[in-house]
Structure formats: C-alpha cells, structure tokens
C-alpha cells in the first residue's frame, strides 16, 4: 500500500496507474484509496492521510471549493510507503484522530 496526505478541504479527482488514467472499464472497478482516520495539523494547516492501492502512481487533487485563489488543481506525485507515513505522524507538530 501507499500513502498521501491531503488538505483539509481538499479532494483527489483523476487519478493514474501504470498505463496512464486509471480505466474503470478495464480494471472493472474504482481504485482503491481509503481515508484513514488520523491527520497532522502542520503550520496550521490539517492533513488527512490516505491510503491508496500499489497500482496507483500519481492523483489529481483539487480544492472542494473553488474560490479566487491561483490554485485550481495539484497533480501529487510523491506517494509514500507506510515507513514514511509514520515517519510524518512522528515528526508532526500535531497528531489528530478523525
């Protein structure tokens, strides 16, 4: 499995597996990417953190509310493995449960 963390107030929308977009036809099902119940607050900012299937290599994130921000959507990249997710709960200013 792999890991993200998200922006509150974020959601993910298109996301890709090895082939490029993720073909529900194909795969004959959604893609696996399960909320978990416990965040960070960092800066002030609380990041929710996801787990996401291996098949899955990159995902489109985008604010739930479009406002007049410069920021319309994020492609994310950097997936992480659960070594790394810890790493982040450990290190982080703050821990929260959902």
């Not at 298109?14 to 099902?29: D, I």
């Not at 996401?52 to 985008?62: R, Y």
């Amino acid at each position: 499995m792999k890991y993200f963390f998200l922006s509150e107030g974020w959601t993910y929308d298109r996301v890709w597996e090895f082939g490029g977009l993720w073909n529900r036809a194909a795969w004959r099902r959604a893609p696996e990417i399960k909320p978990l119940n416990y965040g960070i607050v960092e800066n002030g900012e609380t990041l929710w953190l996801y787990q996401v299937e291996d098949a899955v290599i990159m995902l489109e994130v985008k604010p739930l509310v479009t406002d007049n921000s410069n920021i319309g959507q994020v492609v994310l990249k950097r997936l992480i493995n659960a070594e790394q997710a810890i790493n982040v709960l450990q290190n982080a200013e703050q821990i929260i449960k959902h």
